[in-house]
């Protein structure tokens, strides 16, 4: 068996119930990796007296001939806006700071009861509205490939742990593609549910069109293991044969202006899918930018009323003036108060046109571009640069320019976001500077489960990414 701390979702939770190792010990080794790392700031708490008590209930229930649920021990982190019953959940934001919500979101309470353990709540962006992870409320998480980049987000705490051996997994949330940056960025594989598919309840949104919860973990395997409890499914992924494969490749908009070593490594996945046997088709979807009009108006304007509910909802204290006010990140302050001031917050009439008429079209050009070519999903960079430096929150070098930060790393993500695709990312490689980089695969609504089979198919064609070695000596203090 490997070194504990190396395996996956699946792997513990095989070693567990065959007897191999303890859940006590497995939780412990994981406990006391954590607290050798603390430097990379992944977890904003960890609640090791409840983590251990729950993993000797899972050895008391295997000694006694119990059957075992399909996560029974398995410790996950879980991103600090999903509610879990009486832990604090702060959305990264000092308006919800001591926020202990009653009871479980739906998809913490669907894990729990496969037997999981809640090792910890893992670091955000303040309240999800960034990529950069650099919190001025609980700090900037580091990368574990390089302390001094940012893990990307809003799910860099998940990522981060995951990727650096601190959790087997984790569950994040994804707006604009907040499970799969920051799992391109720090070298694992995420999923983003088709919107709606994964209850998303109980958890500090953004946007109910656009929000949902998903898994990161190191490969497929596991995101399969956390969905299939998610949603309740029995079934299990069939083989996807390389040959008869149809993948679009998109060069327009997608596999545009990409960081020279994005773009090596993601044209070598592409060789590599070839001579596989996989068909690549090439071919654009027609005025993608100008569809995806639709994304920043409903990111814009759901906040104001959906943060309300859900602070109602979950008993909070905190009112959504309150979360305004205090934002602590200078972007995300500016955010909160341009949605919250009548003078630029977006009009309704121009919501409803976004809602009714922009992203149907959206949805409708994906359907037709699928069907048209005979694909059965896209591939593409998942994000068009590899990691920055912490602190360039503004504007990133890409290609000898300073382009927007958020704006560029979700560039590629984003338009499925709205359109609520499913979508993976798939770690594919190292850069020069051992900065990992990330391949997408986006399906149509719905087709998750035949995305995961695709992923599980053709990730063995992918080198194995090697851990980050982690030296928190390489650390310059004080650098944000």
Same mark, same amino acid.
């Given at each position: 068996?490997?070194?504990?701390?190396?395996?996956?979702?699946?792997? +513990?939770?095989?070693?567990?119930?065959?007897?191999? @190792?303890?859940?006590?010990?497995?939780?412990?080794?994981?406990?006391?990796?954590?607290?050798?790392?603390?430097?990379?700031? %992944?977890?904003?708490?960890?609640?090791?007296?409840?983590?251990?008590?729950?993993?000797?209930?899972?050895?008391?229930?295997?000694? /006694?001939?119990?059957?075992?649920?399909?996560?029974?021990?398995?410790?996950?982190?879980?991103?600090?806006?999903?509610?879990?019953?009486?832990?604090?959940?702060?959305?990264?934001?000092? !308006?919800?700071?001591?926020?202990?919500?009653?009871?479980?979101?739906?998809?913490?309470?669907?894990?729990?009861?496969?037997?999981?353990?809640? #090792?910890?709540?893992?670091?955000?962006?303040?309240?999800?509205? !960034?990529?950069?992870?650099?919190? %001025?409320?609980?700090?900037? $998480?580091?990368?574990?490939?390089?302390?001094?980049?940012?893990?990307?987000?809003?799910?860099?705490?998940?990522?981060?742990?995951?990727?650096?051996?601190?959790?087997?997994?984790?569950? !994040?949330?994804?707006?604009?593609?907040? @499970?799969?940056?920051?799992?391109?960025?720090?070298? $694992?594989?995420?999923?983003?549910?088709?919107?709606?598919?994964?209850?998303?309840?109980?958890?500090?949104?953004?946007?109910?069109?656009?929000?949902?919860?998903?898994?990161?973990?190191?490969? @497929?395997?596991?995101?399969?293991?956390?969905?299939?409890?998610? &949603?309740?499914?029995?079934?299990?992924?069939?083989?996807?044969?390389?040959?008869?494969?149809?993948?679009?490749?998109?060069?327009?908009?997608?596999?545009?202006?990409?960081?020279?070593?994005?773009?090596?490594?993601?044209?070598?996945?592409?060789?590599?899918?070839?001579?596989?046997?996989?068909?690549?088709?090439?071919?654009?979807?027609?005025?993608?930018?100008?569809?995806?009009?639709? +994304?920043?108006? &409903?990111?814009?304007?759901?906040?104001?009323?959906?943060?309300?509910?859900?602070?109602?909802?979950?008993?909070?204290?905190?009112?959504?003036?309150?979360?305004?006010?205090?934002?602590?990140?200078?972007?995300?302050?500016?955010?909160?108060?341009? $949605?919250?001031?009548?003078?630029?917050?977006?009009?309704?009439?121009?919501?409803?046109?976004?809602?009714? @008429?922009?992203?149907?079209?959206?949805?409708?050009?994906?359907?037709?571009?699928?069907?048209?070519? /005979?694909?059965?999903?896209?591939?593409?960079?998942?994000?068009? #640069?590899?990691?920055?430096?912490? !602190?360039?929150?503004?504007?990133?070098?890409?290609?000898?320019?300073?382009?927007?930060?958020?704006?560029?790393?979700?560039?590629?993500?984003?338009?499925?976001?709205?359109?609520?695709?499913?979508? $993976?990312?798939?770690?594919?490689?190292?850069?020069?500077?051992?900065?990992?980089?990330?391949?997408?695969?986006?399906?149509?609504?719905?087709?998750?489960?035949?995305?995961?089979?695709?992923?599980?198919?053709?990730? +063995?064609?992918?080198?194995?990414?090697?851990?980050?070695?982690?030296?928190?000596?390489?650390?310059?203090?004080?650098?944000?």
């Amino acid at each position: 068996m490997a070194e504990l701390h190396e395996l996956g979702v699946a792997a +513990a939770a095989t070693a567990i119930r065959n007897g191999e @190792v303890s859940a006590e010990r497995l939780v412990q080794t994981f406990l006391d990796r954590s607290a050798a790392h603390v430097h990379l700031n %992944a977890f904003v708490s960890i609640d090791a007296d409840t983590s251990l008590e729950a993993a000797r209930a899972v050895d008391r229930a295997r000694r /006694g001939g119990e059957t075992l649920g399909p996560l029974a021990g398995v410790p996950l982190g879980m991103k600090d806006n999903i509610d879990i019953a009486g832990q604090e959940c702060s959305a990264g934001t000092p !308006g919800l700071a001591g926020h202990r919500p009653k009871k479980d979101a739906p998809v913490a309470a669907a894990l729990r009861g496969a037997g999981a353990v809640f #090792l910890g709540r893992t670091g955000m962006h303040e309240l999800a509205f !960034g990529i950069t992870n650099n919190n %001025a409320f609980s700090g900037a $998480i580091r990368n574990p490939y390089d302390p001094l980049m940012i893990p990307g987000g809003s799910s860099g705490g998940a990522g981060a742990s995951c990727a650096a051996r601190l959790t087997p997994g984790g569950i !994040g949330t994804d707006t604009g593609g907040s @499970v799969r940056v920051p799992a391109a960025l720090c070298g $694992i594989a995420s999923l983003r549910p088709s919107a709606g598919r994964w209850p998303a309840g109980h958890i500090v949104p953004i946007s109910s069109t656009r929000d949902t919860p998903g898994p990161m973990a190191r490969c @497929v395997a596991d995101l399969e293991l956390m969905d299939r409890v998610v &949603i309740g499914s029995t079934g299990m992924l069939s083989a996807r044969p390389l040959d008869g494969l149809r993948l679009g490749v998109p060069r327009g908009y997608f596999w545009e202006d990409l960081d020279c070593e994005t773009e090596r490594l993601c044209l070598e996945a592409l060789t590599l899918l070839r001579v596989a046997g996989v068909t690549l088709v090439e071919a654009d979807i027609a005025d993608l930018a100008a569809l995806n009009a639709a +994304a920043s108006i &409903i990111a814009f304007y759901e906040p104001g009323r959906d943060i309300a509910a859900y602070l109602e909802e979950s008993g909070a204290s905190a009112r959504f003036a309150d979360i305004v006010e205090k934002a602590a990140s200078p972007d995300v302050q500016g955010i909160m108060r341009f $949605i919250s001031d009548p003078a630029t917050m977006v009009p309704q009439a121009l919501y409803r046109e976004a809602m009714d @008429v922009h992203r149907p079209r959206l949805i409708k050009a994906y359907r037709d571009h699928f069907a048209a070519h /005979g694909i059965d999903a896209l591939v593409f960079p998942t994000t068009p #640069l590899p990691a920055r430096p912490i !602190g360039e929150d503004v504007d990133v070098e890409l290609n000898g320019r300073r382009v927007p930060t958020f704006q560029t790393f979700i560039r590629n993500t984003d338009p499925g976001s709205v359109a609520g695709l499913p979508g $993976i990312n798939l770690p594919v490689g190292l850069t020069g500077r051992g900065l990992p980089v990330g391949l997408a695969l986006d399906g149509l609504p719905g087709d998750d489960r035949a995305l995961l089979s695709i992923a599980a198919t053709i990730e +063995a064609l992918f080198p194995a990414l090697p851990a980050p070695k982690l030296d928190p000596a390489n650390i310059q203090h004080g650098q944000r």
